[in-house]
């Protein structure tokens, strides 16, 4: 039996953490034709939910508060059901898709795309944004967005850990710096859900990842793939330092989520021998973690010739080719922990004061699938 409400945690509007509601009577949302319904059973958190709540997405002044309107209109409204990284379970269909999805465990492409099969997604919006996401009992969405994984001993808050929103994010970074095999790369923010991912889809690729994160995330960081994690409380002489782990040889690429302060030193350690350079400097960046303005002198830009690639969401032949990898078992999960969804206030601020063995991922379980889902996954069992 599908239930007429459901549980959710309502977003009202821009603000902290009062601005999520935690509601008993949300109506269950029915499939459109092509959608399938979903009962939600683990979603992961990720940093996009708390800038969009507090409106940090600025595009013309830095103390505007606003989200995405690419499209030149906010599809941001309130009340919204955030939460982007969605597994769960089919249970119903809308008209036209197989009732053979009923049943079903699957992973979300987490985007709502401009139109049907655009090899390009100028226009970003997502589910949990533009669209209700899945901190709620259950969601509808596209059913060919919505992708079957069963063949994996993964669990459900695993899954999820391994998410579009991070991990489609990454890939782009990557494809769009036209990372090869062989090339050094510098990954910022390393132990986030972007920065882990990137780290293994630089293995995956053949590329070298070094990781820039606190050191006492060096052992995990070391374990997931990184050629060496570099020190983000010391930066100075970054320049000799990079060069002492690659033996002398420049950053080929940048994968940048921490921007402020820090992107010119991470544009040096890219420019110091262009002489032995194959390809240009390239810098990708996704974030603003570190701030998000940044001081560099354009002629350092023209006349070493970097190119900047600004990177928010993917395209659905890169969501393909991740859940490819996924069924594979190429990519593992960076799952820290659980939380329930009645819990979302404790889970946003732990998420934002992290502690010292915090990396990867926190997902969050509906109560009613906390035994199953969550438990195992909890900070205290």
């Known amino acids: 039996m599908i239930p007429k409400t459901m549980k959710a945690m309502l977003l009202t509007g821009h603000g902290g953490i009062e601005k999520l509601e935690y509601t008993q009577d949300v109506p269950t949302p029915e499939p459109d034709a092509g959608e399938v319904l979903v009962r939600v059973t683990a979603t992961a958190k ?14 013309k002044e830095k103390g505007e508060v606003t989200s995405f309107q690419m499209g030149g209109s906010a599809t941001l ?32 492409d987490f985007n709502l795309y401009a139109d049907d099969r655009r090899d390009i997604n100028l226009t970003p ?14 969601i509808a969405v596209p059913s060919d967005q919505f992708h079957h994984v069963d063949n994996t001993d993964l669990a459900d808050a695993e899954l999820a850990s391994m998410g579009m929103c991070s991990y489609q994010t990454a890939l782009h ?11 050094h790369i510098l990954v910022t923010g390393a132990s986030g859900g972007v920065g882990t991912a990137l780290i293994q889809l630089c293995r995956i690729m053949g590329a070298i990842p070094y990781a820039l994160s606190q050191q006492d995330k060096a052992e995990a960081l070391l374990k997931l793939g990184a050629a060496a994690v570099l020190d983000r409380s010391d930066m100075t002489s970054f320049t000799d330092k990079v060069r002492a782990v690659t033996g002398g040889r420049p950053i080929d690429a940048v994968m940048d989520l921490a921007g402020g302060d820090m992107t010119d030193q991470f544009i040096d350690t890219m420019i110091f021998d262009m002489n032995s350079r194959d390809d240009y400097p390239r ?15 354009w002629t350092r830009i023209y006349l070493y010739q970097v190119q900047v690639f600004g990177v928010s969401h993917g395209t659905r032949e890169e969501a393909e080719q991740l859940v490819a990898w996924i ?32 990396l990867g991922k926190i997902v969050i379980v509906p109560d009613a699938q906390w035994a199953e889902h969550g438990a195992p996954f909890a900070l205290e069992k």
């Open 46 to 59: 990720n940093n996009t939910d708390r800038k969009a709540r507090e409106g940090l997405y600025p595009t």
């Open 77 to 108: 409204t309130f009340p919204r059901i955030q939460g982007a990284d969605v597994v769960g379970h089919v249970v119903a269909v809308g008209e036209g898709v197989d009732e053979a999805r009923i049943g079903q465990r699957g992973l979300l």
């Open 125 to 138: 919006d997502y589910y949990g944004h533009g669209a209700d996401g899945g901190f709620a009992e259950y």
């Open 173 to 183: 970074m990557l494809t769009s710096a036209r990372v090869k095999a062989g090339e």
């Open 283 to 297: 810098l990708s960046i996704a974030g603003a973690s570190a701030g998000n303005v940044s001081e560099i002198m």
């Open 327 to 358: 069924r594979s078992g190429q990519l593992k999960p960076v799952l820290h922990a659980a939380f329930r969804l009645s819990e979302l206030h404790q889970a946003e601020r732990y998420f934002v004061n992290r502690n010292s063995n915090y």
